[in-house]
């Protein structure tokens, strides 16, 4: 298995909804990233998971809360976002957290 | 303060024709280049790298070509098809490796 999976591929909520994004690869990388990307816009870095503990928080408002329950999940938990949030939310993992990154297809997420 | 930078939003080239993307940086401590290519609603896909220590890699009909002193790196596809038509990311990682800077992106048309 060589591809990062991702869930939900489109996402609509209202700015009172919970939400959960899922990543997933089972190819024994010990590093995921979230990354946040707008339309004709490069992609953002929002969080790195290496060995499952965050190492790095790019200063994300605390309506995003990552999660790494093991080291093949990434889930990135969504409560009271705002229309501007509306984005394609990539996933990615590096086997040892380096610059080889493996992206995932992306959820499109659109916040009413 | 852009770090990577990828000045052409778009470039249309003949089929068969060669492509030259460029990118520039601004950070010496970028140990690592790479090319990402991203079709809509899919992740950006990894296409070719270069370490600081070469000054070419090729691969297949992708070749990409870094010159330091001039903080510029290119990616040439020759000969362009029209499956190469996408949006191409230049990449750059420090020796630290666990974080990638993205350049804004060049929209390839590559027509028949």
């Known amino acids: 298995d060589t591809e990062v999976t991702q869930t939900p591929k489109h996402l609509v909520m209202g700015m009172t909804n919970k939400k959960s994004l899922k990543c997933e690869q089972h190819m024994g990388h010990r590093a995921m990233y979230w990354y946040k990307q707008k339309a004709k816009k490069p992609p953002e870095l929002m969080f790195v998971?290496?060995?499952?503990?965050?190492?790095i928080n790019e200063s994300v408002p605390s309506r995003f809360s990552p999660e790494c329950p093991n080291s093949s999940l990434l889930n990135l938990h969504l409560h009271a976002l705002q229309p501007e949030d509306s984005a394609l939310y990539l996933c990615a993992s590096s086997p040892w957290g380096g610059w080889d990154q493996y992206f995932g297809p992306g959820t499109r997420l659109l916040v009413l | 303060d852009q770090q990577v930078k990828q000045n052409s939003p778009s470039l249309s080239v003949q089929e068969g024709r060669i492509s030259i993307l460029n990118c520039d940086y601004t950070n010496s401590m970028f140990d690592y280049f790479l090319w990402y290519k991203k079709y809509p609603a899919e992740g950006p896909t990894f296409l070719i790298s270069i370490s600081s220590i070469k000054d070419k890699n090729e691969d297949g009909r992708f070749t990409v070509f870094l010159n330091k002193s001039a903080k510029h790196l290119s990616l040439h596809i020759v000969p362009s098809q029209p499956g190469d038509s996408a949006v191409y990311f230049c990449a750059a990682a420090g020796n630290a490796g666990n974080m990638l800077t993205f350049g804004g992106g060049t929209r390839l048309m590559v027509k028949p």
């Open positions: 998971y290496s060995y499952e503990k965050l190492s």
